[in-house]
């Protein structure tokens, strides 16, 4: 059943719950994908996810049609919210790792994450390689080839010139090409080429 968006969001700017909640509903899946991706944490994806979504909802009237699609400013809110996640992190472990200065090496929390990301061993090596990414690159490999967006809804997400996104897809995908190359992985790593 195809659900027309559109119609959810003006009904929804015109006060009825059900809409919201159908809205929240479609959504909250890929919300929740798109942040885990980005976050390799599944309390902080929830959160994030949440936290994008509860924005979108509160402040529906901020959006407008005819500027993106739906998905794409919430997908541009959920990128945003997990940047700030991912910023605090840092923050948060440069900040411990002073405070434990003298301290041998401080474990990543990230790698019993990322094994239990995925069962498989092929989505495994996947979401690791993604996970290895820079920041900018992992963003544009997970809207491009995971969300589907076209070029231009990615710039308008990441705010930055179409040219500038084309080729973060275009390393990220060689990255993950050359990454996947040295496991048994790089058979079922089949994306288009980048540009394509």
Request: glycine fraction near 4%; charged fraction near 25%; proline fraction near 4%.
């Amino acid at each position: 059943m195809t659900i027309d968006v559109g119609a959810l969001v003006e009904r929804w700017k015109h006060g009825d719950p059900q809409a919201a909640e159908a809205i929240y509903n479609h959504h909250r899946t890929r919300v929740y994908g798109l942040a885990y991706s980005l976050l390799a944490d599944e309390a902080e994806a929830e959160d994030a996810a949440q936290d994008a979504l509860t924005y979108a909802l509160t402040n529906i009237a901020r959006y407008s049609p005819q500027l993106a699609s739906f998905s794409t400013w919430l997908h541009t809110i959920t990128v945003s919210r997990c940047r700030d996640r991912l910023r605090r992190r840092k923050r948060f472990t440069f900040s411990i790792s002073n405070w434990l200065r003298e301290e041998e090496d401080i474990p990543d929390p990230a790698e019993n994450q990322e094994q239990q990301a995925m069962e498989s061993e092929m989505q495994g090596e996947i979401l690791k390689a993604v996970q290895n990414l820079s920041l900018p690159l992992r963003e544009a490999i997970l809207l491009r080839f995971w969300l589907g967006h076209t070029f231009r809804e990615m710039a308008e997400i990441l705010g930055c010139p179409v040219p500038t996104v084309q080729s973060r897809v275009r390393l990220a995908y060689q990255k993950l090409k050359t990454s996947l190359a040295q496991t048994d992985v790089v058979h079922g790593f089949d994306l288009e080429e980048a540009g394509q």
